[in-house]
């Protein structure tokens, strides 16, 4: 504590300098006090001061003292990214959903309307409104930041019991009404809920439904027997049904509920909920989430979210509890493992290299007859927006034995910088940029009418070029390869052509007559996939270049070569200031692989887990071609996702968070 001597010093400065600023005098600091601020110090001083006021937590149990951690954690890190604050918002790392979209690397809420509807269940409102999805209703919880739904199914009208909680004030137990949506004016079921599946992402939702903004403190459990007094009416209903919630929810309604069981002698869920005041009142943290809660360091990276806003899980070096992180560094939940919903960015808890039989599931005595499931409804909306957009899977096309034969007898060409040549229909979103004639850019189609390049590339003078689909050849049409004229080319605003920072254009096509497409259908066309973040691979990760650029010896290729590249990490150690933001690099650093002159605005393609391309970059600059020390380096497509976007629209450029 301060002694009197020295919070009277300090008094005496706080009145000095208020008194100096009015009268506009900043210099004199060696005034004495005068009478008149004497009397201030002296009133201040035996002021009474109250205690500052706390709220009570629900349940009794007092939250838990957190400790401050003297060394690092071997699962949670590194500190660049929990500076961060990453949450479940950060779509960089993690899926927005369904009623959520993308938006500079922040998740926001569509409007309700934006939601699909067609064979969909129905939801019911805490208003009696009946909604025609379940995303629907979520999207108008996200707007309004207050719980619309009751339950799923089609009796919405007053006379019909909606969902309805409570957390027992002495014992923490949660206890639930689940309607009856069969009969009008029934009371429906009311249970608790089991203890089988119960952690801190449910019990922060129930916390959350009830005034606690931070969630719970604990999940814990209590035995059924010790809530029941010989003698008396018992107080508790004899059902509990489990639930499974993701953590994201603001009410139990919206978490999957499956059936109701007899207790028997089963333990039942307890919660305490997290007072506002706690979190700023514990100096000392294992872990303090981004919305303040403070969690132990065990709680972190588990797969569940503890903090109730997925900052908990988000940076993680590895996983806890069986637990599975994705190469981003957040931790899903073990159940998420071939669950049919893609979780990681790349897909790889999908991936077929985790078997069916090897990925935990949930136990099978937890049946999900009686009420509908949340998660199959997300997962049908999310297949739904997937599915608008087809892109970064190629046709499987025949090779024509003609141009196969032709391919056999170009095998005198040089490769390019360890590229080989390409079967002629393998690289279906290439595309040969042609300037009054002549052949020196590459580009990538996207889809729509729509073909992204470098802008070094080209000039704001769209009659002067044409756009030539499936071209192997470069001299010489094949049969599958189309022509079509130029609409219009932007060029990025900012494009320095003396950096070739933000060397990027989008070329966009000319319309069929009295049609809204650009091409005729072509087996032998496929666009390949935007990306939406920079997260989506990571250093070292196999990719491939293509392009007709000039070979080791310097001379231009006739055919369409392609050759596998690293992406490398801290490029700028090797071009210093001339490595600028938006650029990337990608190669061998002993100089085997590269692109070359003619190569510009050629596509740098990216697979996934599930076998899914992605434009990861454009060829646009490097220090001597195939020179040990000097990668290549290209412009990084999803550092420019929100300008491509601006003009082409959602659809037409991601299958996900659209």
């Known amino acids: 504590m301060m002694s009197a001597g020295v919070s009277i010093f300090l008094l005496f400065l706080l009145v000095i300098n208020s008194e100096s600023k009015t009268q506009g005098n900043y210099q004199d600091n060696d005034r004495k006090p005068t009478d008149k601020q004497i009397q201030q110090i002296q009133s ?88 025609r999805s379940y995303c629907q209703a979520m999207a108008l919880t996200c707007r309004t930041k207050k719980p619309a739904m009751s339950h799923f199914g089609k009796h919405c009208g007053a006379s019909y019991q909606k969902f309805e909680s409570s957390i027992h004030p002495e014992t923490g137990v949660i206890e639930v009404s689940i309607p009856n949506t069969k009969e009008e004016g029934s009371d429906g079921e009311k249970s608790l809920v089991c203890k089988k599946i119960w952690n801190m992402a449910a019990a922060n939702v129930a916390c959350r439904e009830h005034g606690f903004p931070l969630g719970a403190v604990t999940a814990g459990d209590v035995s059924y027997e010790s809530l029941i007094t010989p003698g008396e009416e018992k107080q508790f209903p004899e059902k509990c ?105 790349d897909g790889e808890d999908e991936s077929l290299k985790h078997t069916i039989e090897s990925s935990p599931k949930v136990d099978k005595r937890l049946n999900n007859t009686e009420y509908h499931s949340p998660k199959e409804e ?109 609409e219009e080319i932007h060029i990025h605003p900012m494009y320095n052509a003396s950096t070739y920072q933000n060397d990027i254009a989008l070329v966009q096509l000319q319309k069929l007559p009295f049609r809204e497409e650009c091409l005729v259908d072509n087996p032998a066309i496929s666009a390949v996939c935007v990306p939406w973040t920079t997260h989506l691979f990571q250093p070292n990760h196999t990719c491939s270049i293509s392009g007709w650029g000039r070979t080791a010896d310097g001379r231009a290729a006739q055919f369409l070569l392609w050759a596998n590249v690293s992406l490398i990490d801290d490029c700028q150690g090797f071009y210093k200031d001339r490595f600028k933001p938006g650029m990337m690099c990608a ?72």
């Open 241 to 345: 049904a489990s639930i499974r919630c993701q953590g994201y929810e603001s009410s139990l309604a919206e978490c999957l509920i499956y059936n109701t069981v007899n207790i028997g002698k089963r333990n039942v869920s307890t919660t305490t909920c997290y007072g506002a005041s706690q979190a700023a009142n514990e100096a000392e943290c294992d872990f303090r989430c981004a919305n303040t809660k403070c969690v132990s360091l065990n709680q972190t990276c588990d797969g569940v979210d503890d903090c109730g806003d997925r900052s908990d899980e988000m940076c993680c070096k590895k996983c806890r509890n069986r637990s599975f992180r994705c190469k981003t560094g957040v931790c899903v939940h073990r159940e998420a493992l071939r669950d049919g919903q893609i979780d990681c960015l």
């Open 44 to 131: 201040m001083l035996l002021k009474p001061q109250l205690p500052t006021q706390r709220p009570t937590p629900l349940a009794t149990s007092p939250a838990p003292t957190a400790s401050k951690v003297a060394m690092p954690d071997e699962f949670l890190g590194p500190p660049e990214c929990l500076d961060k604050k990453l949450t479940r918002a950060s779509c960089n790392l993690v899926f927005c959903r369904p009623w959520e979209r993308c938006i500079d690397g922040h998740c926001s809420c569509k409007p309700p309307y934006l939601c699909p509807v067609d064979d969909r269940e129905p939801v019911c409102g805490k208003d009696n409104r009946s909604y």
């Open 587 to 658: 190669g061998d650093l002993d100089g085997s692989v590269d692109s070359c002159q003619g190569d510009s605005g050629g596509p740098l393609v990216c697979k996934d887990e599930l076998g899914v391309s992605y434009l990861w970059g454009i060829v646009s600059w490097g220090e001597r071609c195939g020179q040990p020390g000097f990668p290549g380096v290209y412009t990084q497509v999803a550092h420019y996702f929100e300008w491509i976007r601006l003009h082409t629209g959602w659809p037409a450029v991601t299958r996900f968070n659209s």
């Open 378 to 486: 997300i997962k049908v909306s999310r297949k739904h927006m997937e599915t608008r957009l087809y892109c970064g899977i190629p046709n499987a096309t025949t090779v024509d034995d003609l141009e196969a034969e032709e391919r056999g007898r170009s095998s005198r060409v040089k490769r390019v910088v360890g590229g080989v040549p390409a079967n002629p229909t393998q690289i279906q979103w290439q595309v040969a940029l042609e300037e009054r004639g002549k052949i020196d850019c590459g580009g990538a189609y996207i889809g729509g009418c729509w073909v992204i390049t470098a802008a070094h590339c080209v000039r704001p003078n769209p009659s002067a070029f044409k756009v030539k689909f499936s071209l192997w050849k470069k001299s010489r049409a094949q049969d599958t390869t189309d022509i079509v004229p130029v």
